[in-house]
């Protein structure tokens, strides 16, 4: 199982990013789909998850309205569309799977985990 993100990068408080998260090796149509976030000094926090049809999502609450988790089976790809980009969102950026056929909040639920992709916002 690899899990590749990419698509971090620089940009201004306001603007936009678009992460990916390719995989393979792995199930990907029937795999839930996360979005987690470390910045320095601060435990790593779920941002985002998607179920395996895409019908299901959920946010932590300080991102809902500014991005939106999306998937194309197809493409064994797992999108993270953040807009509204505040300093606060500055972190390393990493996305996992699970087997759960639901939502999964929590970091032990995610067994599989790409590296990371830096994300600077600034002010």
């Known amino acids: 199982v690899q899990l590749q993100a990419f698509g971090g990068g620089s940009v201004q408080a306001g603007g936009s990013l678009r992460l990916s998260c390719a995989a393979s090796?792995?199930?990907?149509?029937?795999?839930?789909m996360g979005w987690f976030r470390q910045a320095p000094g601060k435990e790593r926090e779920f941002v985002a998850a998607i179920n395996w049809s895409g019908r299901s999502t959920d946010y932590v609450d300080s991102v809902k309205g500014r991005f939106t988790i999306s998937r194309d089976n197809n493409k064994n790809t797992v999108y993270l569309q953040m807009n509204s980009l505040k300093p606060e969102d500055t972190a390393v950026y990493y996305c996992a799977a699970t087997t759960s056929p639901k939502v999964v909040f929590a970091i032990t639920g995610y067994p599989y985990w790409g590296q990371g992709t830096q994300v600077t916002v600034s002010s």
């Open positions: 090796g792995h199930t990907f149509s029937s795999s839930t």
